[in-house]
């Protein structure tokens, strides 16, 4: 298994929790690493992509101002700091990997983890 996320579980709403992926990549920090999301009966969604240096990150307008993406490459660690939650946060959030991603689309990463169930009440 290349990818391991962690951190997922209950939540009510305006609490924070942290997500985190461990990556076993030969040259992790060459990776492009991004976090999508699915609920229920919804397609995987983008939510955050963090540059293979760090430098660079993206957010996805829903969740902009409240989630943070950092890395450690020394640890191979990609984490998910989310604050704010609202029920509408509940999904699975995967972790991804890719290498020369242009825009952050699913197509463009090659390599997931199973997911981490993030439950969000009101």
């Known amino acids: 298994v290349q990818l391991v996320e962690s951190g997922g579980g209950l939540a009510q709403a305006g609490d924070s929790l942290r997500l985190s992926c461990a990556a076993s990549?030969?040259?992790?920090?060459?990776?492009?690493m991004a976090w999508f999301r699915q609920a229920p009966g919804k397609e995987r969604e983008f939510v955050a992509v963090?540059?293979?240096?760090?430098?660079?990150?993206i957010y996805a307008d829903s969740v902009k101002g409240r989630f943070t993406i950092s890395r450690d490459n020394g640890k191979n660690l990609v984490t998910l700091q989310m604050n704010s939650l609202k029920p509408e946060d509940t999904a699975v959030y995967y972790c991804?990997?890719?290498?020369?991603?242009?825009?952050?689309?699913?197509?463009?990463?090659?390599?997931w983890g199973p997911g981490t169930q993030v439950t969000v009440s009101s």
């Open positions: 963090i540059s293979d240096g760090g430098a660079s990150k």
């Open positions: 990549l030969h040259l992790f920090s060459m990776y492009t």
């Open positions: 991804a990997a890719g290498l020369t991603v242009g825009t952050p689309e699913i197509r463009n990463f090659k390599v």
